[in-house]
């Protein structure tokens, strides 16, 4: 069975700094990408950034700038590197990974339990 773990989040200041990991365990063939998404009280859920297994990644405008992100293929583990952080940052933040796992041909959606990010101003 694959999962995806996260850790990092909590409470910081404005203009303060948080990582956030996450690491896909299990029976795990490939893995493709990797995502942050976050979604804020009574807000849709928005794509922060996204990385390739090869590295090739994609921030959203909002965090261009502040944030960062990265992987290690070896253990599997997407980092999130917020910093700059704004009161609008505040959110619960999900890892998602597209991987395929061993008893499958094809590649699958898999999502973290989502960690709390608070930002105070």
């Known amino acids: 069975q694959v999962q995806l773990v996260e850790s990092g989040g909590g409470l910081v200041q404005a203009g303060g700094s948080l990582g956030l990991s996450c690491t896909a365990s299990g029976s795990i063939f490939r893995l493709e990408a990797m995502d942050w998404y976050r979604q804020a009280p009574g807000k849709q859920r928005e794509l922060v950034a996204h990385i390739l297994s090869n590295g090739v990644h994609h921030l959203a405008d909002s965090v261009k700038g502040r944030f960062s992100i990265s992987i290690d293929g070896g253990s599997l583990t997407a980092y999130l590197q917020m910093n700059g952080l704004k009161p609008e940052d505040t959110a619960v933040y999900y890892c998602?990974?597209?991987?395929?796992?061993?008893?499958?041909?094809?590649?699958?959606?898999?999502w973290g339990q989502g960690t709390q990010v608070t930002v105070s101003s």
């Open positions: 998602h990974a597209v991987l395929t796992p061993l008893d499958s041909e094809s590649s699958r959606d898999y």
